[in-house]
């Protein structure tokens, strides 16, 4: 077994402290992506804010899924053998 075979045995591992991480974690990296986007937009005089804006948002959004989906046992959307919240055919 090759070291990526290796690497992708524990990448469920990974997946689940990063989302770990991201739950607890939340607000502060929240507040890293707006002072990063901030930083940007000081230095680019404000002329792309609008993409920097949506760029944060998306950013806060995936972070925020992926802290959703180490809340759940199997990384859906609701408890095990659902879907959204509705059980599985």
């Known amino acids: 077994m090759g070291w990526l075979d290796k690497l992708r045995g524990k990448s ?3 997946k689940d402290k990063a989302g770990e991480f991201a739950t607890e974690h939340s ?10 986007g ?17 760029a944060t948002d998306k950013a806060k959004e995936g972070v925020d899924k992926l802290g959703d989906e180490a809340g759940t046992p199997d990384g859906g959307d609701g408890p095990e053998g659902t879907e959204g919240g509705e059980p599985k055919p």
């Open 12 to 14: 469920g591992d990974l």
């Open 38 to 54: 901030g930083a940007v937009n000081k230095v680019t005089g404000g002329r792309f804010e609008d993409k920097i804006d949506k």
């Open 27 to 36: 607000d502060k990296i929240g507040d890293g992506l707006d002072k990063a």
